[in-house]
């Protein structure tokens, strides 16, 4: 079984510029959910879709920043236009059901200069 | 307002001891708690739970406690391997209708040396 796959791996773009970040959950998984981790902070919560539509988006920091799940398959973030504080590692995570078995893809790692 | 803790950035221990960290939660609705691993360049991988029912949970050579009183948990590897050197992060869910959610710490580097 493939395991959640996250693309790019690495990103560096320029304060202002946009950013798309893609996740591709285990197949059958409904559960969807993207984290982040700030240089040297905790890895917080951003928001969760169940299928296509979005259960939860109270982590996501502010207006800047879109998430999507088109047909309930793969979901994309984006970050328009990035600013400083953006940098970070983005986590996708997926699971069947909506409990704390969900499996974490390996991150995209996003540098804004 | 940092709801999980884990107050040791890092950790050195011997091949063969035990490795002890720890996880203080300030939020007393938390009523799950989880450790995952994370090697670089990975994702972080779930290794054991304990819901808040229990004082101990125990899978092979990992051990969590429980200490509701304290608001503390610690995760307990003996024997410790060189394998086990990863940064390890404590994480907690409550309960109704969020609790799908995690809250992290801010992690532990545990290095094993051989």
């Known amino acids: 079984e493939a395991g959640v796959t996250q693309f790019p791996s690495h990103s560096v773009i320029e304060k202002g510029q946009t950013v798309t970040l893609r996740c591709d959950p285990i197949s059958g998984h409904d559960n969807l959910y993207w984290y982040r981790r700030v240089m040297g902070k905790e890895i917080k919560f951003l928001l969760h879709?169940?299928?296509?539509?979005?259960?939860?988006e109270s982590g996501m920091p502010n207006n800047r920043f879109l998430a999507e799940r088109t047909g309930g398959t793969y979901s994309t973030l984006k970050v328009q236009p990035a600013e400083l504080e953006d940098s970070g590692v983005y986590f996708c995570?997926?699971?069947?059901?909506?409990?704390?078995?969900?499996?974490f893809g390996s991150g995209t790692r996003l540098t804004v200069v | 307002d940092q709801q999980v803790k884990q107050n040791s950035p890092s950790l050195s221990v011997q091949e063969g001891r035990i490795s002890i960290l720890n996880c203080d939660y300030t939020?007393?609705?938390?009523?799950?708690f989880l450790w995952y691993k994370k090697y670089p360049a990975e994702g972080p991988t779930f290794l054991i739970s304990i819901s808040s029912i229990k004082d101990k949970n125990e899978d092979g050579r990992f051990t969590v406690f429980l200490n509701k009183s304290a608001k503390h948990l610690s995760l307990h590897i003996v024997p410790s391997q060189p394998g086990d050197s990863a940064v390890y992060f404590c994480?907690?869910?409550?309960?109704?209708?969020?609790?799908?959610?995690?809250?992290f710490g801010k992690g532990t580097l545990l290095t094993v040396n051989p």
């Open positions: 879709f169940v299928k296509e539509s979005k259960q939860d």
């Open positions: 939020n007393s609705m938390f009523d799950y």
């Open positions: 995570a997926s699971s069947v059901q909506p409990n704390y078995g969900y499996t």
């Open positions: 994480a907690a869910s409550g309960s109704g209708g969020s609790n799908y959610k995690l809250t």
